[in-house]
């Protein structure tokens, strides 16, 4: 049964999608991302170092033959400041993708709706696709989906928290409200969490401190990787509804 | 040649063009992206753009983020 997910024409092998910050080196990046089997991994825009040349280069160990780099925003406060990193990104990399944060507030890390807004309309009219990190608001999901988003990737809970899905009823609702791809990014813990979102009929979870955070990172990644899996299978075969009182699975014809 | 480059002076700079520059500074032009006066030139336009005196430049690549 072929269950891929299809975003702007491109196709992609899993649904979960991991970031690549926060390792102890590149070689233990390369082997968590091998081992979650994710298809997307999500980079940052930085300044080259210029000094030091010898320095080793992500993009060494994470081939972008074998999987689709996805630039972020991280860090971007402004409209201005997101819109110069997503185009330079275009210029360094391989496609038009990126995952778009405007950034609202430094404790939080909260996205700053109205500006995710504005940078949305303006990238997605240059050609960008993009995949704009959002709050768990079904209207704003609804407004962004009209601003020309890819899909739109509402947070489970704060970047790095690990708290979980934080509110499962509006991912549900923003599920219902738009007719694009829904993608959870941001603040799950463990593969339970990643199992829920996708449980809830969530298209893909992007997901980075709760594999790089983890004490064994790569065993980490492959819990994850079953996580996504079992959430989408038991999604789509459709869980039993909730009932109050019990029903036996035993019969009581023959009892003696 | 005086130019700014990722926010530092760099005197002496002997490149004429953007491509000139990435070879003198071992950088491999396909990883990156550059601005020049917060212009971003384009990858193909590398050996033909010729940098002046004063010029600030912002060279990117990707690293590790979420």
């Known amino acids: 049964m072929e269950d891929k997910l299809v975003i702007n024409g491109i196709e992609f092998k899993s649904r979960l999608w991991v970031g690549t910050g926060k390792y102890k080196d590149f070689d233990e990046t390369a082997r968590a991302i091998e081992a979650s089997g994710a298809d997307v991994v999500t980079v940052a825009v930085r300044r080259v170092n210029i000094t030091d040349r010898k320095s080793e280069n992500l993009l060494d160990f994470v081939d972008p033959k074998k999987y689709k780099i996805l630039p972020n925003t991280a860090g971007c406060y402004t409209v201005e400041d997101a819109l110069r990193y997503s185009r330079l990104a275009r210029e360094a990399g391989v496609s038009d993708m990126i995952k778009l944060e405007v950034i609202g507030d430094e404790k939080t890390l909260f996205p700053d709706v109205i500006g995710l807004l504005e940078a949305t309309g303006i990238l997605a009219k240059e050609g960008f696709t993009v995949f704009p990190y959002t709050n768990d608001d079904p209207i704003m999901a609804k407004r962004l989906a009209d601003a020309g988003a890819a899909a739109v990737m509402p947070l489970a809970a704060p970047i790095g928290s690990g708290l979980g899905i934080r509110n499962p009823y509006n991912l549900k609702i923003i599920l219902e409200t738009i007719n694009l791809p829904v993608i959870v990014d941001a603040g799950v813990g463990t593969a339970s969490d990643v199992a829920i979102a996708m449980e809830l009929g969530c298209d893909a979870v992007l997901l980075n401190t709760a594999i790089a955070g983890a004490k064994d990172p790569i065993a980490m990644a492959e819990a994850m990787k079953h996580g996504v899996l079992a959430g989408r299978l038991a999604y789509k075969a459709g869980r039993i509804p909730r009932k109050l009182y019990a029903t036996a699975s035993s019969p009581i014809e023959g009892m003696l | ?66």
Not at chain 2, 3 to 12: S, T, V, Y
Not at chain 2, 36 to 48: F, G, H, L, P, S
């Open chain 2, 1 to 66: 040649m005086r130019l700014k480059i990722n926010g530092e002076i760099k005197d002496n700079i002997r490149a004429a063009t953007l491509k000139e520059l990435l070879e003198e500074l071992e950088i491999i032009s396909g990883r990156v992206a550059i601005e020049v006066n917060e212009a971003i030139v384009k990858r193909a336009d590398y050996d033909t753009f010729r940098l002046k005196e004063g010029d600030v430049l912002e060279i990117v690549n990707f690293v590790g983020g979420g």
